[in-house]
């Protein structure tokens, strides 16, 4: 279940104790399963239950994927039941950490926006922006929410159009251009009694909401199971009936990229790949019930791992490290 499933479908704190006792069983996911739970514990209202969650993450000793994104999440819902200075104090600290992910800044951004720190936040987009993407004139795709963040608080502020604010442009997709989906007056649209104005406010709405399925049309992606060099020696010489499935190393690898490439051609979108090893290979088959060297759990191992978080999107972002994890570019690794 998502956060974003309407609340008369799920009963949020029900759902935030089901991740949580998850997250028991499977140390390993518990930041992703707990940042879920507190989401959902803040649909229900349970903020300071949000913020014990979060200060469960950064206290536990254990490194963190993104520490950055619990604290601009902590820092957000912190703000949402009065306590600002606090929040403040995080958003300051995450601004001068300069994370090198776009998430934690599009979240402390927002939160500013929200609260009509409008100056603040385009200063916060743009400093994101310009860590992130500098002069490049093809922004990676998890940059563009900064680039419509910062697009359409400019928009409110009245503030003309600049390079990134015409980057933003050239990247949206929608049928409805930036400027209208940012027009500040569209508030008043909505308060209209002209139907042409109401009509074409509801195009705008549909288009927005368009893009905003077409983001969550997945909760997890479609993943291929991925494994790395010494646990797939291991798991063959365990249990020699995958040999078969498993030839080689390289052979393996080379699979991962045909399988994906063909998805990809028949129209499957959201396709990723997660990385198993034999412990958690082991404990799912004893979950199941069934023999390690059985091949039929493979799939079913993969998709569970993407269900707990786990996969990386495929094709790696331009100019970023291939996912076989060679170290080398994937343009010149597997994506050649």
């Given at each position: 279940?998502?956060?974003?499933?309407?609340?008369?479908?799920?009963?949020?704190?029900?759902?935030?104790?089901?991740?949580?006792?998850?997250?028991?069983?499977?140390?390993?996911?518990?930041?992703?399963?707990?940042?879920?739970?507190?989401?959902?514990?803040?649909?229900?209202?349970?903020?300071?239950?949000?913020?014990?969650?979060?200060?469960?993450?950064?206290?536990?000793?254990?490194?963190?994927?993104?520490?950055?994104?619990?604290?601009?999440?902590?820092?957000?819902?912190?703000?949402?039941?009065?306590?600002?200075?606090?929040?403040?104090?995080?958003?300051?600290?995450?601004?001068?950490?300069?994370?090198?992910?776009?998430?934690?800044?599009?979240?402390?951004?927002?939160?500013?926006?929200?609260?009509?720190?409008?100056?603040?936040?385009?200063?916060?987009?743009?400093?994101?922006?310009?860590?992130?993407?500098?002069?490049?004139?093809?922004?990676?795709?998890?940059?563009?929410?900064?680039?419509?963040?910062?697009?359409?608080?400019?928009?409110?502020?009245?503030?003309?159009?600049?390079?990134?604010?015409?980057?933003?442009d050239s990247v949206h997709s929608s049928s409805i251009t930036l400027d209208e989906l940012h027009d500040p007056k569209r508030v008043w649209t909505l308060g209209s009694n002209n139907p042409a104005e109401l009509k074409a406010e509801i195009t705008r709405l549909r288009a927005e909401l368009g893009a905003?399925?077409?983001?969550?049309?997945?909760?997890?992606?479609?993943?291929?199971?991925?494994?790395?060099?010494?646990?797939?020696?291991?798991?063959?010489?365990?249990?020699?009936?995958?040999?078969?499935?498993?030839?080689?190393?390289?052979?393996?690898?080379?699979?991962?990229?045909?399988?994906?490439?063909?998805?990809?051609?028949?129209?499957?979108?959201?396709?990723?790949?997660?990385?198993?090893?034999?412990?958690?290979?082991?404990?799912?088959?004893?979950?199941?019930?069934?023999?390690?060297?059985?091949?039929?759990?493979?799939?079913?191992?993969?998709?569970?791992?993407?269900?707990?978080?786990?996969?990386?999107?495929?094709?790696?972002?331009?100019?970023?490290?291939?996912?076989?994890?060679?170290?080398?570019?994937?343009?010149?690794?597997?994506?050649?």
């Amino acid at each position: 279940m998502r956060p974003d499933t309407p609340a008369e479908n799920v009963d949020h704190n029900a759902e935030a104790a089901r991740l949580e006792r998850t997250a028991g069983l499977y140390p390993e996911d518990a930041e992703h399963l707990l940042l879920q739970a507190a989401a959902h514990r803040e649909l229900a209202g349970d903020r300071p239950g949000a913020t014990a969650l979060y200060d469960r993450l950064l206290s536990s000793g254990e490194p963190l994927e993104n520490p950055h994104l619990v604290r601009a999440l902590k820092a957000s819902n912190l703000w949402e039941y009065d306590h600002e200075a606090e929040a403040r104090a995080i958003i300051e600290g995450i601004r001068t950490a300069a994370p090198r992910h776009p998430a934690p800044w599009v979240i402390i951004a927002e939160s500013l926006e929200s609260h009509d720190e409008l100056e603040a936040a385009e200063k916060t987009f743009t400093e994101g922006l310009r860590l992130l993407v500098g002069d490049g004139t093809k922004p990676p795709q998890s940059t563009h929410p900064l680039l419509y963040g910062r697009h359409r608080v400019r928009r409110m502020l009245g503030a003309p159009h600049d390079e990134w604010d015409a980057l933003a442009d050239s990247v949206h997709s929608s049928s409805i251009t930036l400027d209208e989906l940012h027009d500040p007056k569209r508030v008043w649209t909505l308060g209209s009694n002209n139907p042409a104005e109401l009509k074409a406010e509801i195009t705008r709405l549909r288009a927005e909401l368009g893009a905003h399925r077409e983001a969550l049309s997945r909760p997890f992606p479609v993943a291929v199971l991925h494994w790395p060099a010494g646990e797939l020696a291991e798991l063959v010489a365990m249990y020699p009936s995958l040999v078969a499935e498993y030839p080689s190393h390289e052979e393996h690898l080379a699979t991962i990229e045909a399988s994906l490439r063909e998805l990809a051609a028949s129209g499957t979108a959201n396709l990723g790949i997660v990385s198993g090893t034999v412990p958690s290979y082991e404990a799912f088959a004893a979950s199941e019930g069934a023999s390690p060297g059985d091949a039929a759990l493979l799939p079913q191992y993969a998709t569970i791992l993407a269900a707990r978080g786990r996969a990386v999107a495929w094709p790696p972002e331009r100019g970023n490290g291939c996912w076989c994890g060679s170290g080398a570019v994937y343009e010149g690794c597997h994506g050649d």
